[in-house]
């Protein structure tokens, strides 16, 4: 028999929820194509308009906006191949915003982040007035078609951007603005008209539902060609016949985030809870972005002088599943460019840990984390 083992590491990926899987296993009993116009496909097409419906609502946007890709990094690379001549984004995005911005062709801006890890309307007219110079109409024009880049909120630390003050600023230069908000639906309460952006992208598995669907927004008809060419589906904005049972999967996940987002002081009363204990069992812990608007359900905790790696693998070896920094795209340990984005110290940047929580999270979780916790640091105590 295996031991249980306690799963804080949501912020990677979250538990598949079981009305998901029963929503998928049904959806594979479908043998109609969406695009079919005889009964079975009309069945299959159901089943994708219903996901799109609560998808839609997850996030505030019409169902019509929802274009459903294999995950946000597809969504994200969509948006970013979208013939942009200049991109601006911080350190603090995504590999998938980063790497894809880097392949795009067009002039990549970097917009300073501040020491909260955040980034706010000052850091983008900063990051304008830096790179173009000369008045503000020569100016706007010089960036041609433009893009701005801002997540909803940061997968390792949970810090939250104000991003419809961005978006104002971006828009009063005439600039599109993409958000990723792969880390907060269901966290927070998304809403895609209030945040005032064009572009938005989500991902399925972070909210229980399964690995490798997800959305991209795309509001109000805001002009975005296709990355991927074929058939029409997704109303031409992404071919490819549609992954009815994850799409199935997600809809239903995404059905249970938006109505436990009533619940969700829940999840900071655990995560207080947790950051308590720390705090009181090594004193000289950080908690990074603690003094930031943040997810109720990230903790980005560094005890200098304990790397990392060695807490991750403690801590596993314990039984208890966290991340160091962004690991969820590697599985290894690298350089955070969103801690050296803060400024935060090398030896303070090495030893964050990640631990996030979601929906099946309970008390019994936190104190088998804490337990393990004091375990690995009373034991390093003891070797110093
Ligand atoms: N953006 C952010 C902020 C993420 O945390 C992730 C997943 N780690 C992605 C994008 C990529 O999402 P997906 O796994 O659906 O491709």
């Known amino acids: 028999m295996t031991a249980a083992r306690t799963y804080l590491d949501y912020n990677a990926t979250a538990p598949l929820r079981i009305q998901a899987r029963a929503a998928m296993l049904a959806a594979l009993d479908l043998v109609g194509n969406p695009s079919s116009v005889h009964a079975d496909g009309r069945a299959a097409r159901a089943v994708v308009e219903k996901a799109r419906t609560a998808v839609a609502a997850l996030v505030g946007a019409r169902a019509a906006d929802i274009v459903f890709t294999s995950g946000a990094t597809e969504a994200n690379a969509t948006v970013l191949a979208g013939g942009w001549d200049t991109i601006f ?3 603090l995005e995504h590999d998938s915003v980063r790497e894809a911005a880097k392949r795009s062709g067009a002039r990549v801006v970097k917009i300073t982040a501040t020491q909260h890890g955040t980034v706010t309307a000052d850091q983008l007219t900063g990051a304008l007035d830096a790179a173009g110079g000369g008045a503000f109409g020569m100016r706007d024009s010089a960036f041609g ?5 801002l997540q909803y909120a940061n997968n390792e630390t949970g810090v939250v951007h104000l991003v419809s003050d961005v978006a104002a600023v971006a828009h009063a230069h005439g600039m599109r603005v993409h958000c990723d908000a792969v880390q907060a639906p269901g966290r927070v309460a998304v809403d895609v008209a209030a945040l005032g952006v064009d572009y938005l992208t989500v991902s399925a598995h972070k909210l229980g539902g399964p690995k490798g669907v997800g959305a991209l927004v795309i509001v109000d008809g805001a002009p975005l060609p296709s990355l991927i060419a074929g058939g029409g589906q997704e109303r031409g904005r992404r071919a490819g016949t549609e992954n009815v049972a994850a799409i199935a999967g997600f809809g239903a996940a995404a059905a249970l985030a938006h109505d436990a987002l009533a619940g969700i002081d829940h999840l900071r009363t655990l995560r207080d809870a947790l950051e308590r204990g ?19 359900n990230t903790s980005c905790i560094a005890l200098p002088g304990l790397a990392a790696e060695t807490a991750v693998i403690r801590l596993d070896l ?42 099946a999270t309970t008390h019994d979780d936190i104190a088998a984390f804490l337990a393990a916790w004091k375990h690995l640091t009373s034991a390093l105590a003891r070797a110093a």
């Open 89 to 91: 984004l911080s350190d």
């Open 145 to 149: 078609k433009a893009l701005v880049c």
């Open 278 to 296: 720390v705090v009181d069992a090594t004193p000289e812990a950080i908690i990074v972005g603690r003094d930031a608007l943040r997810l109720v």
């Open 318 to 359: 314990s039984g208890v599943s966290v991340s160091a920094g962004a690991a969820c795209s590697s599985g290894k340990v690298g350089h955070s460019t969103t801690l050296a984005a803060m400024g935060l110290a090398p030896e303070i940047a090495r030893a964050a840990i990640r631990v996030s929580i979601g929906h």
